[in-house]
Nanobody, 123 residues
Framework: QEQLVESGGGLVQAGGSLRLSCAASVRTFRSRAMGWFRQAPGKEREFVAGISWTGGTDYAATVEGRFTVSRDNAKNTVVLQMNSLKGDDTAVYYC?????????????????WGQGTQVTVSS
């Protein structure tokens, strides 16, 4: 049973853009911080961006200025807009629901996870 479902991944050229969406449920979304993580081959899963229940945002240094995270609390959805994509952005991207409303980068503080969506940036 999938608790969050990511969509929007695919193959894009360097410098291009992708918009990832995450469809959540009330249980996995309401009153929770939401995070985006990614995992590249041979690397650990890492924090990319997050948004608190009330809309505060946080970004990894590697993506700040290029990515934008947003949420629609009426629709239980989270979006990651990715611009100026680089080869290093190639990874499986995961949406996650946090334990509480406040933002965190700590992976263990996220309780619910999607199946991931592949983003491949070609050069």
């Amino acid at each position: 049973q999938e608790q969050l479902v990511e969509s929007g991944g695919g193959l894009v050229q360097a410098g291009g853009s992708l918009r990832l969406s995450c469809a959540a449920s009330v249980r996995t979304f309401r009153s929770r911080a939401m995070g985006w993580f990614r995992q590249a081959p041979g690397k650990e899963r890492e924090f990319v961006a997050g948004i608190s229940w009330t809309g505060g945002t946080d970004y990894a240094a590697t993506v700040e200025g290029r990515f934008t995270v947003s949420r629609d609390n009426a629709k239980n959805t989270v979006v990651l807009q990715m611009n100026s994509l680089k080869g290093d952005d190639t990874a499986v991207y995961y949406c996650a629901g946090g334990r509480r409303a406040v933002l965190t980068r700590t992976i263990d503080e996220y309780l619910y996870w999607g199946q991931g969506t592949q983003v491949t940036v070609s050069s």
